[in-house]
């Protein structure tokens, strides 16, 4: 099955500096990759997505980047904001199946 | 609005009890899901469901159980045989088949007394 690996478990950067998370996934026919914000005693929501026929996708201050090839797909933050601080959960996904997700990193924007 | 609502948000069970946790949804979603967040760790997967009266055991299904009777719910049920039942637990749903990533619910945080 799909195996998902997420780097790093914990971020924390400066405000206005950026934050990149990493995601690498084994299974070739995974097509769809989402990114979702977990906030403190909630439930993750998607933020953003990307799929097998695009390299790259920007939503204002964050974007994602999909290498097939290599397999690795990930988040970038910039101009982060106290209000980016949360856990952040890679997946990937097949149109048959379910989503695998990697394990999230903890993300801390210090003012 | 359309969404998924999880009740109760706190739950508290004794040890030897079954507790239900329900999860409702008016998205008209096909699949839902059921998973287990441990404080500090990622989602692991419980059961999850395609269709009206079919489901799939997950990663860690052992303890559980789960009914789909309904397309809108997808109740969970935590057995006395679940051996570290504390935890948060996050119901979701999507659209099978297509991707369009998940819609969560606002979890249930079981605590055992």
């Known amino acids: 099955g799909e195996n998902v690996e997420q780097h790093p478990s914990t971020l924390s950067v400066q405000e206005g500096d950026s934050a990149v998370i990493k995601c690498t996934y084994s299974d070739s026919a995974s097509n769809y990759f989402p990114w979702y914000k977990q906030e403190l005693g909630k439930g993750p929501q998607l933020i953003i997505d990307?799929?097998?026929?695009?390299g790259e996708k920007k939503d204002q201050r964050i974007a994602v980047t999909l290498n097939k090839t290599a397999k690795h797909f990930s988040l970038h933050i910039t101009e982060t904001q106290p209000e980016d601080s949360a856990v952040y959960f890679c997946a990937a996904s097949t149109n048959a199946g379910k989503s695998t997700f990697g394990d999230g990193t903890t993300l801390t924007v210090k003012p | 609005d359309g969404g998924i609502t999880q009740s109760p948000k706190y739950l508290f069970r004794k040890e030897g009890q079954n507790v239900t946790l329900s999860c409702e949804q008016n998205?008209?979603?096909?699949?839902m899901y059921w998973y287990r967040q441990d404080p500090g760790q990622g989602l692991r997967l419980i059961y999850y469901?395609?269709?009206?009266?079919?489901?799939q055991k997950g990663d860690i299904a052992e303890g559980y159980s789960v009914s789909r009777e309904k397309k809108e719910s997808f109740p969970l049920t935590v057995t006395s045989a679940q051996k570290n039942p504390t935890a948060f637990y996050l119901c979701?749903?999507?659209?099978?088949?297509?991707?369009?990533?998940?819609?969560f619910g606002s979890g249930t945080r079981l605590t055992v007394v």
């Open positions: 469901s395609q269709i009206v009266n079919d489901f």
């Open positions: 979701a749903s999507s659209i099978w088949g297509l991707n369009y990533g998940y819609t």
């Open positions: 990307i799929r097998s026929n695009v």
């Open positions: 998205l008209n979603h096909d699949a």
